[in-house]
């Protein structure tokens, strides 16, 4: 309901068995996306397994938008970053008010670091009330908000969020593991 009435579009990467390596994830989208924006999220050569990676996209109705790219692993890795890449989005909708016309600024950063631990909390108890184990999986996570010329991101593990230009072909921000 979050996704599909609160917010002017979202788009993530669905559940997926049976990958091939280099095929690209599906998603399932609601509403409108910014144009310009494109995900690829392809299986890499890694086993049998299935593809860990994920990520979603977020338009809100003030006109920010959130990627967020996560990088499953373990057991559950699927699993994990699957749910979490919808949590963090949908913790910024119910919880800090994202669904609003507008967004103070000044709540941006403890906004994302609140999301990234409630999702995390919910993971947890996810877990427990489908009786796997959360030990042996997790994911590496970054996402970044962002508005005309102003970014905000957030990152947990090894994965990291890199700005380039178009019209100066060069790394503009990286953030550091």
């Known amino acids: 309901d979050t996704f599909k009435n609160k917010v002017q579009g979202h788009s993530h990467g669905t559940f997926a068995d049976g ?14 996306i910014p144009p310009g924006l494109a ?21 809100f109705k003030s006109g920010y938008t959130l990627v967020c790219a ?19 989005p949908w913790f910024l909708v119910n919880e800090w008010g994202f669904d609003s016309d507008t967004i103070d600024e000044a709540c941006i950063e403890k906004a994302l670091i609140n ?3 409630k999702a995390h909390d919910e993971l947890v108890a996810h877990s427990v009330e489908n009786k796997w184990d959360v030990e042996t999986s997790g994911t590496t ?8 010329d102003k970014v905000w ?4 593990g090894d994965s990291r969020c890199v700005i380039g230009s178009v019209t100066d ?9």
């Open 141 to 148: 996570a970054v996402a970044a908000l962002f508005k005309g």
């Open 70 to 88: 996560f990088d499953g692993h373990g057991e559950f890795g699927q699993i994990v970053s699957t749910r979490t890449v919808q949590t963090v």
């Open 115 to 117: 999301a990234f631990e």
């Open 153 to 156: 991101t957030a990152n947990a």
């Open 19 to 32: 990958q091939k390596p280099w095929a690209e994830r599906r998603s399932t989208v609601y509403g409108n």
């Open 169 to 177: 072909p060069s790394v503009i921000f990286a953030t550091e593991d």
């Open 39 to 59: 995900v690829s999220c392809q299986k890499g050569r890694k086993g049998l397994k299935e593809n860990e990676d994920n990520f979603s996209v977020t338009h």
